[in-house]
Nanobody, 116 residues
Framework: QVQLVESGGGLVQAGGSLRLSCATQGNTFGMSVMGWYRQAPGKQRDLVALIFSSSSTNYADSVKGRFTISRDNAKNTVYLQMNSLKPEDTAVYYC??????????WGQGTQVTVSS
């Protein structure tokens, strides 16, 4: 059974940095797409960043230039380096993964809180 295990969330002051990690367990074929979504209280879950097996990336406009997504294919792990954090980045961040066969998986979520 595939599981996505997230780590790295927490509380940080505005302007600070955090690094999220998401490791895939139970998958032996690799993920074609990995990434991060976030959901603030009372809002829908929105895309933050995606990275494909080709290493191409896609970012939400609100995080471009501040967040960097990367992956270690050998470890089936994806990272999100978040710099210059703003209070509006406060949300639960969810790891996302999709197999070549288009099956999708979600992590349990990790809280990121940015204080002003």
């Amino acid at each position: 059974q595939v599981q996505l295990v997230e780590s790295g969330g927490g509380l940080v002051q505005a302007g600070g940095s955090l690094r999220l990690s998401c490791a895939t367990q139970g998958n032996t074929f690799g993920m074609s797409v990995m990434g991060w979504y976030r959901q603030a209280p009372g809002k829908q879950r929105d895309l933050v960043a995606l990275i494909f097996s080709s290493s191409s990336t896609n970012y939400a406009d609100s995080v471009k230039g501040r967040f960097t997504i990367s992956r270690d294919n050998a470890k089936n792990t994806v990272y999100l380096q978040m710099n210059s954090l703003k209070p509006e980045d406060t949300a639960v961040y969810y790891c996302y993964a999709q197999t070549i066969g288009l099956r999708t998986y979600w992590g349990q979520g990790t809280q990121v809180t940015v204080s002003s």
